[in-house]
């Protein structure tokens, strides 16, 4: 055993040096990796440690505020998300220096009013026109962050939409949105790679994590968001994905979703979130140490109902309830129960009221009663979208497998209700109608048991005794 420093000497340690770090410059070295742990996390990094788990160096960071005298560049900086984080940064932060981006800049709609009130707040902000996706726009962006306010923080709120169902996504719409969101996060990924940040918040959403019909491209983009945040986090780098659910103030993405759309975000838990919520659950996550947190405002008695995507069911207080069907109670006998027996007649009624309550649930109707069942699903305002989600809800009151075209093929309730009873009650030939069906039934239970052995009727006796 020795000490290199003694062996070697200071000026022995410099020559080393002076070969070692031409080679590491030239790629013919590596260092050896780094994984690094925010101190609040510190027990954790020491058990890491001891259990021999690492590779390389582990690294204790400590978390940092952001300075008054540093920069922040907001991507989609003139948008509405965009503007209330940066008066948010400033009036609550004490952030003095801003540059604001989007891909009209300073024509973007308010950008002049936004700056002048945040000039009246104290701050200095640059608004820029800028692409996010556009690598050398970025960077020339970035390099003209002055040195007397060196960039330290970064937030990128910049993304776009084109929904669409799977068998209407093309390369051009999946571009559209990866472009805006994936794009600029790798770039300015790579760009600041040598900044000392003490923030790098991507605004990610919670169609990644939950799945949102015609939102298959959306949600991939803001997945890989979540995902970028991790791997910066294991290189060492800050980094926070933020999947926010709805904010209350319209956006530029949400401000065109019609009451049907927000209706059916609210039957699956999702509630509107007021700006001062939001901006308040930023600064929660700017004190945690997580890669993903997903700001949301969930409705739990949506929760407790079991309506909602698996993946939030663990946030019900109680044991999620089974939605009932045409209004009978989730204790009830089943759909299968309520058919057995019934006329051909009384099924299809029976399956229109149901196909006429889910219609009604989601188009926002008050009851079935207020849905004609000889009326189109196009002239009653089905569209895409919606129809995949009355699909949805007749799986799970049916649990039958039923396709995405179903809307389009059975072009209206009374002709989907006709459908679902060949699928789940079909009539055998020769079949008996009405009380002979029941009469039916008896003879055969009647001719199962006579053929019993006394070993079956035993068994059958006891298991009927022990559920009594």
Known sequence: AFDLIEAAGADGVAELFAVLMP?????????????????????EAFRFMSQARHVGKLVLRMPRALEADGTVLITGGTGTLGALVARHLVTE???????????????????????AE?????????????????????????DRVPATAPLTGVVHAAGVLDDGLIETMDTDRLERVLRAKVDG??????????????????????????????????????????????????????ATSLAWGLWAEASGLTGELAEADLARMARGGIMPMASDLGL??????????????????????????GLVAPILRGLARGPARRAASAGTAATGPSLDQRLAGLSAADQEEL????????????????????????????????????AVELRNRLTADTGLRLPATLVFD???????ARRLREELAPEPVGAPDGNDAVEALADTAVASIAAMDTDDLIRLALDGSEES
């Open 351 to 386: 399956l229109l009221d149901l196909v006429l309550a889910d219609v009604a649930a989601v188009l926002g109707h008050g009851s079935g009663g207020a849905v004609d069942p000889d009326r189109a699903f196009r002239d009653l305002g089905f569209d895409s979208l919606t």
């Open 23 to 43: 080679l590491f410059a030239a790629g013919a070295l590596n260092p050896v990796p780094v994984r690094s742990f925010d101190v609040r996390r510190a027990p």
């Open 410 to 416: 059975h072009p209206s309730p009374g002709e989907l």
């Open 185 to 238: 996060a790798v770039h300015l990924h790579e760009l600041t790679a040598d900044h000392d940040l003490a923030a790098f918040v991507l605004f990610s959403s919670l169609a990644g994590l939950l799945g949102s019909a015609g939102q298959a491209n959306y949600a991939a983009a803001n997945t890989f968001l979540d995902a970028l945040a991790q791997d910066r986090r294991a290189r060492g780098l800050t």
């Open 118 to 142: 945040l000039a009246a707040l104290g701050a200095r902000v640059r608004v820029e026109a800028c692409d996010a996706a556009d690598r050398d726009a970025l960077a020339a962006v970035i």
């Open 280 to 305: 308040a659950l930023f600064d929660t996550a700017r004190g945690t140490d997580e890669a993903l947190l997903a700001p949301v405002r969930i409705d739990s008695g949506v929760l407790q109902a």
């Open 93 to 115: 932060h004490g952030v003095r220096s801003l540059v604001l981006t989007s891909r009209r800049g300073p024509e973007a709609p308010g950008a002049d009013a936004l700056v």
